[in-house]
């Protein structure tokens, strides 16, 4: 069983960035692919970005894409996510997860990964 903590959070002005980290102990994370995870207020927990447990296969959401890259050092069990041009709506906790069942593809679905981190508040103001 794999325990992840989060790190990196922070406020920020918008057009900044900020790097997250997902420390992982308990288990290699090269048995998991891994995903970040984000949940606003009174929003349903969103997918941000996903890679497999090699790194071959990465995605992204779409309002993301081209802001955000997701990467893994297997040797160190951290999972990092690099964030630039952030905005006001990247506002929320972000999560790191683990999924032990690779099934071909990144899942979407926070239901599909088994561990989670306990977060970590990213904030952008306008």
């Known amino acids: 069983q794999v325990q992840l903590v989060e790190s990196g959070g922070g406020w920020v002005q918008a057009g900044g960035s900020l790097r997250l980290f997902c420390d992982a102990s308990?288990?290699?994370?090269?048995?998991?692919?891994m995903a970040w995870f984000r949940q606003a207020p009174g929003m349903e927990r969103e997918f941000v970005a996903g890679?497999?447990?090699?790194?071959?296969?990465?995605l992204y959401a779409d309002s993301v894409k081209g802001r955000f890259t997701i990467s893994r050092d297997n040797t160190k069990s951290t999972v990092h996510l690099q964030m630039n041009v952030l905005k006001p709506d990247d506002t929320a906790v972000y999560y790191c997860?683990?999924?032990?069942?690779?099934?071909?593809?990144?899942?979407?679905?926070?239901?599909?990964?088994?561990?989670w981190g306990q977060g970590t508040q990213v904030t952008v103001s306008s």
């Open positions: 308990g288990s290699t994370i090269s048995m998991y692919a």
């Open positions: 997860a683990a999924d032990k069942q690779w099934r071909g593809r990144i899942l979407r679905g926070p239901l599909d990964y088994e561990y």
């Open positions: 890679i497999s447990r090699s790194a071959s296969v990465i």
